[in-house]
Nanobody, 123 residues
């Protein structure tokens, strides 16, 4: 089993930046594709970004492309989400997830999930 713990969320102003971290324990971190997803109240959980096992390939939802950057440090068993130029529409609980079969956009494909970290962006 893999345990994931997100951190780095908080309350910021529009235009500010945040860097989320997801620390993994258990399993072999480098064997998992990793993803970030988010869920706002009353809405479905949605795809944000994914990164391949080695970190050589990334994918982003159109709503965050050019503003967010996903990265990973396999030596530290950690995946990051750098979020720049945040806007109120980015307000959500952000979840880190691991997929033993690779990086996939669909949330139902992921095997392990963290508890989430709240990101709130005020206008």
């Amino acid at each position: 089993q893999v345990h994931l713990v997100e951190s780095g969320g908080g309350l910021v102003q529009a235009g500010d930046s945040l860097r989320l971290s997801c620390a993994a324990s258990g399993g072999s971190f480098s064997s998992f594709g990793m993803g970030w997803f988010r869920q706002a109240p009353g809405k479905e959980r949605e795809f944000v970004a994914t990164i391949s096992r080695s970190g050589g390939s990334t994918s982003y939802d159109d709503s965050v492309k050019g503003r967010f950057t996903i990265s990973r440090d396999n030596a530290k068993n950690t995946v990051y989400l750098q979020m720049n130029r945040l806007n109120p529409e980015d307000t959500a609980v952000y979840y880190c997830a691991a997929n033993r079969f690779g990086a996939i956009r669909s949330s139902v494909s992921y095997n392990y999930w963290g508890q989430g970290t709240q990101v709130t962006v005020s206008s």
